[in-house]
């Protein structure tokens, strides 16, 4: 069930800077935790469709089988307008837009918007941007530097406490079809949690108490004996459900986080920390021969820096995704505030699309 569950994130990866370049400001929060909460769903019909079936080949190929729509789907999906105007290719970033206004059923849009309201509208970041990006521009800067090290801190221990928590609850000898269902359910109430709190609070706090509360539960667990499993199995279920809700927030962070020029790359550099930390989650239960406690104590203590380094992070709660590294310097290099900083690009905010 792993392989399958891995790969699925994998995909999430890539489909989820397009999704979110599509989304007007105020609205980014809901769908990013709909979209998120979509995976935990899946994680729970996973488990009974494994139970159902009974053998991993089965498996293998009922899980793979829904990829085959979805690779046709994608064909279908409008490409980011912001990543093809920035591009060059502004009058196919314009067809995407006129077919977008259509399906959402505003025609008038259609007129409203040509090719030099496109360009004009984003001139200044025209200018700016280039036509090759690589990796190097993700630590190019300062801010960049600071952006990309505390992201890939987040991603790694937030996947390394959510796997280590998740190992630990599978010692408890309950069903490994069962145990994947908690997992999916536990993890709704925390992400509708995780929603309220990034749309009132702020991503930098919500990053942050979802880090800490899992430590929270991890610790505490240390406390509990040993014959009491119902009380350690449902703390280590709460602190699972807030090390998912952490997932919700850093995708919705990096992708506010990193330009259109780079977006993508960085939502790929960064997350590969989380594939390192879901590996090295295993490695720690070696040191259970030294103490009993020592693995848990690793677990939790790095979802408590993790939540330290989540406010070395601008906040981005109401912010317009920027568009090129001069655009984050300007938005958070030195706290400038201007007016064009604060408003959508005039072409997707009369849009307001949703695919």
Known sequence: MEVNFNVCKRDRHDSVP?????????NRTLVSTFYSSLLSFGQMILGGVAYSLRDWR?????????YFLFFLYSWWFSESARWLVLNRRSEEALRHIHRVARINGK???????????????MHKEIQSSKSIYTMYDLLRTPLMRKISISLMV????????????????????ASIYLIQVIFGAVDIPAKLAAMVSLS???????????????????????????DM???????????????????????????????????????????????????????????????????????????????????????????????????VEEKWGWQKSTSQNRKEMVALQDVQCYG
Request: proline share 6%; glycine share 6%; hydrophobic share 45%.
């Open 107 to 121: 025609p008038e849009v259609v007129e409203k918007i040509t090719l030099e309201v496109l360009e004009s509208s």
């Open 229 to 327: 499993q119902t009380i350690r199995t449902t703390l280590a279920v709460l602190g699972k459900g807030f090390s998912s809700a952490s997932f919700t927030c850093v995708y919705l962070f990096t992708v506010e986080l990193y330009p259109t020029v780079i977006r993508q790359t960085g939502m790929g550099f960064t997350s590969t920390m989380a594939r390192v930390g879901a590996m090295a989650a295993p490695a720690v239960l070696i040191l259970d021969e030294v103490l009993p406690t020592l693995p848990s104590i690793v677990y939790g203590g790095l979802a408590v820096v993790a939540g330290i380094f989540s406010f070395f992070l601008p906040e981005t709660l109401n912010v317009p995704l920027p568009e090129t590294i001069e655009d």
């Open 18 to 26: 397009t999704v979110m370049e599509w989304i007007p400001t105020k």
């Open 154 to 173: 987040l991603w790694f221990s937030t996947s390394f406490s959510y796997y280590g928590l998740a190992i630990d609850l599978q010692k408890f000898g």
């Open 200 to 226: 009132y609070l702020g991503r930098r706090i919500s990053q942050s108490a979802c880090l800490i509360l899992s430590a929270t539960f991890i610790f505490t667990n240390i406390f509990v004996p040993s």
């Open 58 to 66: 089965k498996l293998q190929v009922a899980a793979c089988v829904p």
